[in-house]
């Protein structure tokens, strides 16, 4: 791991074209991962500005049966919950295209934080590397369930999911890949839109260690960002 984090920043004049963008360079993505390697492993992010985009994807023209769904963190509530990303992103995007219902692996949330880290941390242990992870970034500067506060598990020896207990947001009990585990991937894209992240980014920027700042692949972060949260 790289001692800094390298950022690449895309900045777009409107949401509606940043989240266009993104889904387009996904479908450009997954075209030459499954041409490479017939498959495309996609760890995906909660929030409003993913959902938008997660929308856009439902349309493009890709293998979905190559599809391969993973989460970076999750809420420890009921399966189905409204609140949970997996059923965001099932109801935005993944129950409307062909993506075989084994290959889209939810956490296990509603199992606790404990149990559920120790088993996606046994269902991803196969993918070396993620074509692409998802990120967002709140108003904390938090990524994924990694707060401000907390052990990100920024190094290799640190499990590669974390059961995550005293969230500031509720629920307080959550699941979440680890800094490194998020960084094990050949694309890490931040989708970052709105004035209420500006404080995070400017932080960022100002080269404050927020968690987002501890997500280092040895090939940078690119951030999608709009010009209102750059204000």
Same mark, same amino acid.
């Given at each position: 791991?790289?001692?800094?984090?390298?950022?690449?920043?895309?900045?777009?004049?409107?949401?509606?074209?940043?989240?266009? =963008?993104?889904?387009?360079?996904?479908?450009?993505?997954?075209?030459?991962?499954?041409?490479?390697?017939?498959?495309?492993?996609?760890?995906?992010?909660?929030?409003?500005t993913p959902r938008a985009v997660y929308e856009r994807l439902r349309g493009i023209k890709t293998a979905w049966p190559a599809w391969h769904i993973y989460f970076g963190d999750e809420r420890c509530l009921p399966s189905g919950h409204a609140e949970r990303n997996s059923t965001m992103a099932s109801q935005a995007w993944l129950d409307h295209v062909d993506i075989p219902a084994t290959q889209i692996?939810?956490?296990?949330?509603?199992?606790?934080?404990?149990?559920?880290?120790?088993?996606?941390?046994?269902?991803?242990?196969?993918?070396?590397?993620?074509?692409?992870?998802l990120l967002g970034l709140g108003q904390d500067g938090h990524t994924a369930s990694l707060f401000p506060g907390q052990d990100y598990g920024s190094e290799r020896h640190q499990p590669?999911?974390?059961?995550?207990?005293?969230?500031?947001?509720?629920?307080?009990?959550?699941?979440?890949?680890?800094?490194?585990?998020?960084?094990?991937?050949? =694309?890490?894209?931040?989708?970052?839109?709105?004035?209420?992240?500006?404080?995070?980014?400017?932080?960022?920027?100002?080269?404050?260690?927020?968690?987002?700042?501890?997500?280092?692949?040895a090939d940078g972060v690119d951030v999608w960002v709009d010009i209102a949260a750059l204000a």
């Open positions: 791991m790289p001692s800094a984090q390298i950022c690449v920043w895309h900045v777009y004049p409107e949401p509606v074209l940043l989240q266009r =963008r993104a889904a387009q360079g996904i479908e450009r993505l997954a075209a030459e991962a499954i041409s490479a390697r017939g498959a495309f492993r996609v760890v995906l992010a909660g929030g409003n692996h939810a956490i296990p949330a509603e199992l606790g934080a404990e149990e559920a880290a120790r088993q996606y941390a046994s269902a991803i242990e196969s993918v070396e590397i993620f074509d692409l992870v590669a999911v974390l059961a995550v207990h005293q969230a500031p947001k509720p629920p307080a009990d959550r699941v979440s890949l680890s800094a490194w585990r998020l960084g094990a991937a050949s =694309r890490v894209w931040f989708l970052v839109t709105g004035a209420d992240k500006a404080l995070a980014v400017r932080k960022w920027r100002g080269g404050e260690g927020i968690p987002a700042a501890a997500i280092k692949p």
